[in-house]
């Protein structure tokens, strides 16, 4: 089943959106969108409003805009995405709170070097896990912010969060 909230936070009103198996006390993410993100999801007929069922996703996001938690202990929906974007997923997952990396040392972490970028910018693009999967943590070679789906704005407001910009 396909449940859904929203949850307020300072990039705007954030839908999680999840499958929830019976006996399950979380529901399991599939995606979360920020309003107007490029390819963001949108409330479909047939899905269950559940707050209740993203109690602890809604929880950590509240401590990680507090400036109180620096990793996500969520459960993601398996079996999204290619073999190649669950990769280059893998790879933000592990950019640390706080830190930077390029779109080129990504594609090195996932052996897909040269022109190989580019399918990682595509992969980093189609990230369903805004915020949670820190896709915002990628930038240019040259340090300039590039390329996110919510916006350069909220890209640079979370940078910022995370102290990532400093120095810069």
Known sequence: ???????????G???????????AAEAALVS??????????LVQ???????????????QLREYFEGRRTRFDLVYAQGRG???QRRVWAALDAVPYGETVSYGQIAARV?????????VGTAI???PLLVVRPCHRVIGADGALRGYAGGLE???RLLGLEGALAGR
Do not use: I
């Open 82 to 84: 290619t073999e190649f």
């Open 125 to 127: 693009g189609r990230n």
């Open 154 to 156: 909220r890209k640079e």
């Open 111 to 119: 052996g897909a070097s040269g022109a190989g970028v580019r399918a």
């Open 13 to 23: 009103e954030l839908l999680l959106v999840g499958e929830h198996l019976p006996g």
């Open 1 to 11: 089943m396909t449940t859904y909230t929203t949850v307020d936070s300072p990039l």
């Open 45 to 59: 007929d047939g899905w269950v409003y559940a707050p209740e069922a993203f109690a602890g996703a809604a929880a």
């Open 32 to 41: 979360l969108s920020v309003p107007g993100q490029k390819g963001g999801t």
